[in-house]
């Protein structure tokens, strides 16, 4: 027997309502985008290996997908598509001094270890605002992630954000060498921090540092934990970091976004090209954040535009399983059914020409006289049609609605 080709680990196919949901999600959310200004621009599904290099910041070496073309150079298939933006953006818009606002929508792939159990290909749709450093572009992009969120139905989410300098100011003021403080970081990002007092004891931190280091758990809430913030920051880029913050919160309110917003400043950024605010947003139903995004100042530089630029990415996979889980359903365009015989064949023609005019999706199945209404009612069910259109020879239809089981018998 022929042996039946599956899907490598990590990867997989999605079809009929699961595939026309995810569509569906992404043009609600690309609506959204476009609303607040931003111009779709597409970049490759592969690059120049140096484009992901390390010391862009991006994703481990390790958990590219590298490959070679025919002379030799080093492809990789992107793990993120921040760079590839930032590249293009550098090259395309060289001498643009307005700012520049794209969006995209596109797969990323990342190598993980198997035992992860999570996808290699996710699809992320997402924004960058490229040539502004101001509250007022990082107020726009959480604004943008808060709309575009509600705009797929979802009512209860958090977007959580923090600021890169306030931990690096920790980290500088404990002294830490760059191994130890990775594994700090990695500890704060497990909300292990038993094991951040721990380390820290075995070094010689001074006390007031320490204290810093201890509160991190309760500088998690409204913006009234900026203020213990601001007391326990330890360095000048700290507290213009948390005062940052603090103007942000106050543009947010005037979006009419504040309930959606949570701080939170133990956060460190999940990739090293981060310099700036940093946010995530997070729901019911998924283990990880839906929304990851933040500023990042000096990316374009490493391909040479030095210009300022935030962004965010939605992963809709992840997004998706949310919404699943919280039974929020997510309108699709509707699929209608025409049966029809050779008799009714003429008739069934042009009843889908009209349909098709009026922009109603038909799908024409021809039947043999013997067969049933309810075999093709149950293929109609199960790939999610709306109605069904049966025409018989005796020049009736009978007409039923697959989402109320509402039934009716007209004349062709």
């Known amino acids: ?83 590839s933006i930032a590249r293009a953006a550098a090259t395309l818009f060289e001498n643009e001094d307005f700012p520049i606002r794209l969006c995209y929508a596109g797969n990323t792939f990342i190598n993980h ?48 954000i923090g600021h890169v300098d306030f931990i690096q100011g920790l980290m500088n003021a404990a002294d830490l060498q760059e191994e130890e403080s990775r594994e700090v970081r990695t500890l704060i990002t497990n909300r292990n921090f038993f094991g951040v007092e721990e380390l820290l004891d075995s070094r010689n931190v001074k006390s007031n540092v320490k204290e810093a280091f201890r509160i991190l758990p309760e500088l998690v809430g409204g913006p009234e934990v900026l203020d213990e913030a601001l007391r326990i920051a330890p360095d000048l880029n700290a507290r213009l970091g948390v005062a940052r913050l603090q103007q942000i919160y106050r543009l947010l309110k005037l979006y009419g976004t504040e309930d959606h917003i949570t701080f939170d400043l133990s956060m460190s950024g999940s990739y090293g090209y981060y310099t700036g605010i940093i946010f995530r947003a997070y729901t019911y139903g998924t283990g990880d954040a839906v929304v990851r995004g933040g500023r990042y100042d000096h990316l374009l530089a490493k391909f040479g535009k030095d210009t300022p630029s935030i962004g965010f990415a939605i992963i809709l996979d992840e997004l998706m399983n949310a919404l699943n889980r919280q039974k929020i359903s997510v309108d699709t365009v509707h699929q209608n059914l025409i049966v029809y015989t050779e008799e009714t064949e003429k008739r069934a023609i042009a009843l889908a020409c009209n349909f098709r005019e009026k922009g109603r999706n038909i799908e024409l199945i021809k039947r043999e006289t013997e067969e049933e209404r309810v075999i093709f009612e149950a293929y109609a069910r199960r790939t999610g049609a709306s109605a069904l259109l049966y025409l018989r020879d005796d020049e009736k239809i009978e007409m039923v609605n697959l989402k109320t089981g509402e039934e009716k018998i007209a004349d062709i």
């Open 113 to 160: 270890s198997s035992y992860q159990g999570r996808l290699k290909e996710n699809t992320q749709l997402g924004a960058e605002l490229i040539g502004l450093d101001a509250i007022e572009a990082d107020a726009e992009m959480i604004a943008m992630v808060v709309d575009g969120l509600k705009k797929t139905g979802l009512k209860e989410f958090q977007v959580s």
């Open 1 to 83: 027997m022929e042996q039946k080709l599956h899907t490598p680990e990590g990867v997989r196919d999605i079809y009929n309502k699961e595939c026309e949901t995810k569509l569906a999600l992404q043009k609600k959310l690309n609506t959204v985008l476009h609303l607040y200004g931003y111009k779709d621009i597409q970049t490759p599904t592969f690059e120049y290996y140096d484009v992901f290099r390390e010391e862009i910041g991006s994703t481990s070496t390790q958990e590219l997908y590298k490959f070679f073309d025919r002379e030799g150079n080093i492809l990789a298939l992107r793990p993120d598509i921040t760079p």
